[in-house]
């Protein structure tokens, strides 16, 4: 299993190819919504009380960089589900609780793991993946909820690969699809940033598939109308 980080690193290797170069061209925003929410820095913390007090000191730093408040999170093979195993913390405003969030973390790890840093984007929680069938051949998933789409049930499939009026109309089909259009005094959400997501990730998928088995955005934050979205996990299964 590997965990895709949106920035530099994985443009440079994920469009280091005509096919994919394409995706990226036809969903600027998206893509540069994913960047701007991925992981900025991953540390990883040695046994040595002098590095151990330096990687703390870096970490703060980062999380000034990039503006309270923060996400902290637990990066370790051991760990799939972060919210089930208490490895994310939420609404960090200050250096001290960085501090000592990142110590009860990496204490309660078993194995050597790492620690990431995030902005806190808020907005509707989406869930976003595709993966191959073995009768059916590829096929794509969107729903609302994020980490509660297993309470939910609110999802549309499709098979691969879609286009833009597809991806429309497979969030039209949630019951929850209101919500992105604004209820309840709440605005309306980038559902055109979404759907270039969805399309982006389909043709991602097209053409890498014979490559990956599973390929899964959860969740997928949309932001208000005009403000794009910020991929906040991003998990792949290579074959």
Not at 23 to 42: G, L, W
Not at 56 to 77: C, D, M, Q, R, T
């Amino acid at each position: 299993m590997l965990w895709l980080k949106w920035n530099d690193n994985y443009e440079h290797h994920v469009c280091n190819s005509k096919h994919s170069r394409k995706a990226m061209e036809r969903t600027p925003e998206t893509h540069k919504s994913m960047s701007k929410s991925s992981v900025i820095t991953i540390f990883a913390y040695e046994r040595e009380e002098a590095q151990h007090r330096k990687r703390f000191k870096e970490l703060k730093k980062e999380a000034e960089k990039i503006g309270y408040p923060v996400v902290l999170k637990l990066l370790s093979p051991d760990v799939i589900h972060k919210t089930e195993s208490n490895a994310v913390v939420l609404g960090i405003r200050s250096a001290e609780e960085v501090k000592s969030h990142a110590e009860r973390l990496l204490v309660g790890s078993k194995i050597p793991s790492q620690l990431l840093i995030q902005e806190l984007v808020l907005g509707s929680e989406i869930i976003l993946g595709a993966r191959t069938d073995p009768q059916f051949g590829p096929f794509i998933m969107v729903g609302l909820g994020g980490i509660y789409v297993e309470i939910l049930k609110d999802t549309s499939l499709r098979l691969l690969p879609v286009d833009a009026k597809e991806a429309r109309a497979m969030l039209k089909e949630l019951k929850g699809y209101p919500i992105l259009e604004g209820v309840r005094g709440q605005g309306r959400r980038d559902i055109s940033a979404l759907v270039r997501a969805i399309v982006g990730l389909s043709e991602i998928f097209v053409n890498y598939r014979s490559y990956l088995s599973d390929l899964e955005i959860n969740p997928l934050i949309v932001k208000k109308d005009g403000s794009g979205i910020a991929a906040v996990d991003v998990r792949m299964v290579r074959k």
